[in-house]
C-alpha cells in the first residue's frame, strides 16, 4: 500500500461540526444550501426530512442516500419521520451556509435515531492522490482502533493501527489522509484488541481526487459495527456487517462436554458443562451446530441476525438437552456509576420461575427456565448482595454479598446445573 502522507489534523469534533472532504458539484446563491438525507438506521425502512416544518424530501428508503434538497440559509429546524407518518422521529437544528453542500447522516443507537450533519465542500486534493477519513458514531462501543491496509494483508502482521479513537461521548473524527488511487480494506478493532474484528470493508475504491468519508455507526448488540461509505457530492455505500457475536452457555447437567459453532465457525467448546464461555463472533448467515456428549442438539428456531449479541443457551440433560438463542444487549448503561443486570434461568430438573435481587432491591421476578429476564440498573457496588430465590425453596437457592460489581458496565448471572444443586456463575458481558 503506497500512504503518501497524513493530512493536517482536524482533530476531534461534535456531531454538527462533521466535514467531509470533496470537489464538484454546483452551489446555490439565493440564500440556500444544498441538503442531502441518508438513511442508515436499522428499523426505519423510509425517511421524510422536513426543515422548518417543510418537506425537504420524502421517502429515502434504508441504505439509501436522497437527492440534494434546497435548505433555507441559517438555523433551520430539520426534522426526520417515519415516511407518510406525523410524528417525528427526532429533531435537530444546525447551521447551513448559503452555497454549500451537506449530508445528514440519519443512524440509530440504543433504539433512537440519530443525526450527524456533514459538510461536503473541501477542495479536491493534488492529482495522483484520494482521501480517506474515518468518523466514528459508535459511542457505546468504545475506544477503537482502525486498520486501513491493502487488501490482502495479515492483520496480525501489523503493529500499530492507521488511526484510532479513544473512549468518549460524543463522536469523532479523524484527520483527513491521503492515498494513492486504488483498493483498499478497512478495519475496526476494539482498542489493542486484534483478535476481533468489529467491522470488516474488504474493498474501499478511492480514485484519483476523490475523497470518501467512512462512518462508523452501532450496531442492535451494541459491540458490532456498521458502516457507511460516501464520496464527497457523489455515490453512498452501505456497508452493512455480516458477522454476529455468540457465546455458549453450557447449563446442562451431568458434566457432560458441550460444543457449538456457526457454520465452520466455532462458538465454543467445554469439557465439562456447566460452563459460560466468551464472545465470539461468527458470520450471521451460519447454521447453529449444538453437540451435547457427543450428540446433536437441534438449533433453536431462531437464527443469528447481523450485528446483534446473542446467548447460545444450552439446558436439560442427556439426550433430552435442548438449545435456545437469547438476545443480549450490551449498550452501557447511561450513568457510569450503574450497572445493567439481569438474570437467565437455565436449570434442569423440577424447576419454577426465579426471583433476582441486588442489595434486596427486587431486578427480575418469575423468570421461567431458559428464558432471561430483562435488564435492571441498579448502583454499582464493591460489595453487591446478589440473592435468587425460587417458590420450591424457602432460602435463597444462590446467595453472594461479595461481589465487587463494577459501574459502566453489563452483567448477566446465570442459574445452571440440575435444580437439586443448582449453580450460580455471575459474567460481565461488558
Not at 456533514?118 to 458514531?137: K, N, V
Not at 487488501?151 to 491521503?178: E, G, I, N
Not at 458496565?409 to 440440575?418: E, W
Request: charged share 10%.
Amino acid at each position: 500500500m503506497k500512504h503518501l502522507r497524513w493530512w493536517p489534523a482536524l482533530g476531534s469534533v461534535l456531531l454538527m461540526g462533521v466535514v467531509l472532504a470533496g470537489c464538484g458539484g454546483s452551489g446555490d446563491s439565493s440564500g440556500s444550501g444544498s441538503l442531502r438525507l441518508i438513511n442508515a438506521t436499522q428499523t426505519h425502512a423510509s425517511l421524510d426530512l422536513y426543515q422548518n416544518s417543510s418537506l425537504a424530501t420524502s421517502a429515502t428508503q434504508i441504505d439509501t442516500i436522497s437527492d440534494y434538497a434546497d435548505v433555507a440559509a441559517g438555523s433551520p429546524t430539520l426534522q426526520l419521520n417515519d415516511a407518510g407518518v406525523s410524528t417525528a422521529l427526532m429533531t435537530t437544528s444546525t447551521t447551513i451556509t448559503k452555497g454549500q453542500h451537506y449530508t445528514l447522516l440519519a443512524y440509530e443507537s440504543g433504539g433512537s435515531v440519530k443525526t450527524a450533519v456533514l459538510t461536503e465542500d473541501f477542495a479536491a486534493p493534488a492529482s495522483g492522490t484520494g482521501q480517506l477519513r474515518i468518523y466514528d458514531t459508535a459511542i457505546d462501543t468504545g475506544a477503537l482502533d482502525v486498520y486501513i491496509t491493502t487488501p490482502s494483508t495479515d492483520l496480525a502482521t501489523v503493529s500499530t493501527p492507521t488511526t484510532a479513537f479513544t473512549a468518549q461521548t460524543y463522536a469523532q473524527s479523524s484527520s483527513l489522509m491521503a492515498y494513492a488511487p486504488g483498493t483498499y480494506r478497512v478495519r475496526v478493532t476494539a482498542s489493542g484488541n486484534k483478535s476481533q474484528v468489529l467491522l470488516d470493508m474488504p474493498a474501499v475504491a478511492i480514485a484519483d481526487q476523490q475523497i470518501v468519508t467512512i462512518a462508523l455507526m452501532p450496531t442492535s448488540g451494541g459491540i458490532l459495527l456498521d458502516g457507511a461509505m460516501l464520496s464527497q457530492q457523489g455515490a453512498y455505500t452501505a456497508a452493512r456487517n455480516t458477522t454476529a457475536r455468540v457465546r455458549l452457555a453450557a447449563a446442562v447437567s451431568g458434566g457432560v462436554p458441550v460444543t457449538a459453532s456457526a457454520g465452520s465457525s466455532v462458538i465454543d467448546s467445554f469439557a465439562a458443562a456447566p460452563a459460560v464461555g466468551t464472545y465470539a463472533i461468527v458470520p450471521a448467515a451460519g447454521a447453529l451446530n449444538i453437540s451435547v456428549n457427543g450428540n446433536s442438539v437441534g438449533a433453536p428456531a431462531s437464527t443469528l441476525k447481523a450485528g446483534n449479541d446473542y446467548t447460545l443457551l444450552v439446558y436439560g440433560s442427556g439426550t433430552s438437552a435442548v438449545a435456545s438463542l437469547i438476545g443480549d444487549d450490551n449498550h452501557l448503561p447511561t450513568l457510569t456509576t450503574n450497572t445493567k443486570l439481569r438474570l437467565v434461568n437455565g436449570l434442569t430438573g423440577t424447576v419454577t420461575g426465579l426471583t433476582l435481587e441486588a442489595d434486596f432491591t427486587p431486578i427480575a421476578s418469575n423468570v421461567l427456565p431458559a428464558v432471561a429476564s430483562a435488564y435492571g440498573t441498579v448502583a454499582a457496588n464493591s460489595s453487591m448482595e446478589l440473592d435468587v430465590t425460587s417458590a420450591l425453596s424457602s432460602t435463597p437457592i444462590y446467595s453472594r454479598s461479595d461481589l465487587n460489581v463494577a459501574g459502566a458496565s453489563v452483567y448477566t448471572l446465570f442459574m445452571v446445573g440440575d435444580s437439586s444443586a443448582p449453580q450460580g456463575l455471575l459474567r460481565r458481558d461488558r
